[in-house]
């Protein structure tokens, strides 16, 4: 079980640009959440998807949107891309709803934007 | 409003030392509580939560809801202890807030 996936491991993008983060999650788990990590600060959760659909949001712009596809994996997009975008952008995937649910994250995409 | 509070930024300890890493929260309501950790150049994993009462790698937790706190502590700090923690609740278990994390530094 190759756990959570994420790509691409780092990218390097212009202001004003469009980027797009990919995750697949574990074997066996249905929702993905997506956290964003600036430079010395904890995750901020962005948003997460299950049965396809957006089930919670964060506090952030609707320059972030994202999709799920029916094999669970899913994919963050970032428009006009600012500066303060850079960070580290986690994926996360659990089992909906389920007890004592254990939450597993990837090991991240780290964005730069120049 | 929801929030987690890290005091330290980084706490460093003399190897044998015992550890306490100090965690506040703010949550109306019963949030299950978290501690995560990063090992240098690993992912983000989970430590302990309070609900299973476990002690993992040496390390308990215990909640206190009166004064709103969940400190992490060990008797004797390893320097494999090395790690970014973060102390984290969750309204539900699939979102989570994380506080900002305490750096622990073993010291040899």
């Known amino acids: 079980d190759a756990g959570v996936t994420q790509s691409p491991t780092h990218l390097i993008k212009t202001r004003g640009q469009q980027v797009t983060l990919r995750c697949s999650p574990k074997?066996?788990?249905?929702?993905v959440s997506w956290y964003q990590q600036a430079l010395g600060q904890g995750p901020q959760f962005i948003f997460q998807?299950?049965?396809?659909?957006?089930?919670q949001r964060g506090n952030f712009p609707d320059r972030f949107s994202g999709h799920q596809f029916p094999n669970y994996s899913s994919e963050l997009n970032v428009n006009a891309l600012l500066l303060g975008d850079s960070a580290l952008y986690l994926c996360?995937?659990?089992?909906?709803?389920?007890?004592?649910?254990?939450?597993?994250f990837g090991e991240g995409s780290w964005l730069t934007v120049v | 409003a929801q929030r987690v509070t890290q005091p330290e930024k980084l706490l460093s300890v003399f190897k044998g030392a015992p550890v306490e890493l100090k965690c506040n929260y703010s949550?109306?309501?019963?949030?299950?509580l978290f501690w995560y950790v990063q090992y240098s150049r690993q992912r983000l994993q989970l430590l302990l939560r309070?609900?299973s009462r476990e002690s993992i790698k040496g390390f308990t937790a215990d909640l206190n809801k009166g004064e709103t706190s969940f400190h992490l502590k060990k008797p004797f700090a390893q320097e494999e202890d090395s790690a970014m923690y973060y102390c984290?609740?969750?309204?539900?278990?699939?979102?989570?807030?994380f506080g900002k994390g305490t750096r622990l530094h073993i010291l040899p």
């Open positions: 996360a995937s659990s089992l909906y709803a389920a007890a004592g649910n254990t939450i597993y």
């Open positions: 998807y299950y049965e396809e659909e957006e089930r």
């Open positions: 074997s066996g788990h249905d929702t």
């Open positions: 984290a609740l969750s309204p539900r278990d699939d979102k989570i807030i």
């Open positions: 949550y109306s309501g019963s949030p299950e």
């Open positions: 309070h609900i």
